[in-house]
T-cell receptor, first 108, second 115 residues
Framework: AQTVTQSQPEMSVQEAETVTLSCTYD???????LFWYKQPPSRQMILVIR??????QNATENRFSVNFQKAAKSFSLKISDSQLGDAAMYFCVNDMRFGAGTRLTVKP | EPEVTQTPSHQVTQMGQEVILRCVPISNHLYFYWYRQILGQKVEFLVS????????KSEIFDDQFSVERPDGSNFTLKIRSTKLEDSAMYFC?????????????FGPGTRLTVL
């Protein structure tokens, strides 16, 4: 069975600092996609970043980047220059399977 | 900007009753999904729907559940005989291409409370 594991239920970061959220996954597919979604409080879930497994280059979207380690089946999200608006639940997703989520708090 | 909408935002029902949760996906999207999130727990995939039929379903999606696209805009989830454990937040999502590879757009959710 495909599984996605997020081992950090909660993380905290100081505004303007960098934080990394961890994710590991298990899949039998050779080609697949990985996603990070963000769910702000009382707001809709939105895509943060997407990685195609066959691409070796790590995806980047402005302050958000990933460290994709295919052999280790690891897919961490790095948020640089953290802003108050980054506070949310972050979900790692593979093939419609969600990790348990990491609640990120940003301290001013 | 187009968005996925869901109605109602909160539904309260008695155990054993049927409920229908409604979703309006983004108009040019072809793939539709239902997920649920029991309070404090992970988001769980229920079902995906494409070309007027179920393309994939999880073990949660048993005979009590059904989905339908009754017209060109709505996508519904029916729970035939609700149980206490069906209490959860239900999210609808849609995507232009298959959700395993494409960005999914999520609705705000319907909170279902079964008494």
């Amino acid at each position: 069975a495909q599984t996605v594991t997020q081992s950090q239920p909660e993380m905290s970061v100081q505004e303007a600092e960098t934080v990394t959220l961890s994710c590991t996954y298990d899949t039998s597919e050779s080609d697949y996609y990985l996603f990070w979604y963000k769910q702000p409080p009382s707001r809709q879930m939105i895509l943060v970043i997407r990685q195609e497994a066959y691409k070796q280059q790590n995806a980047t979207e402005n302050r958000f980047s990933v460290n994709f380690q295919k052999a280790a089946k690891s897919f961490s999200l790095k948020i640089s220059d953290s802003q108050l608006g980054d506070a949310a639940m972050y979900f790692c997703v593979n093939d419609m399977r969600f990790g348990a989520g990491t609640r990120l708090t940003v301290k001013p | 900007e187009p968005e996925v909408t869901q109605t109602p935002s909160h539904q309260v029902t008695q155990m054993g009753q049927e409920v229908i949760l409604r979703c309006v996906p983004i108009s040019n999207h072809l793939y539709f999904y239902w997920y649920r999130q029991i309070l404090g727990q992970k988001v769980e995939f229920l079902v995906s729907f494409y070309n007027n039929e179920i393309s994939e379903k999880s073990e949660i999606f048993d005979d009590q559940f059904s989905v339908e696209r009754p017209d060109g805009s709505n996508f519904t989830l029916k729970i035939r005989s609700t149980k206490l454990e069906d209490s959860a937040m239900y999210f609808c999502a849609s995507s232009e291409y298959a959700g395993s590879m494409d960005e999914q757009f999520f609705g705000p959710g319907t909170r279902l409370t079964v008494l």
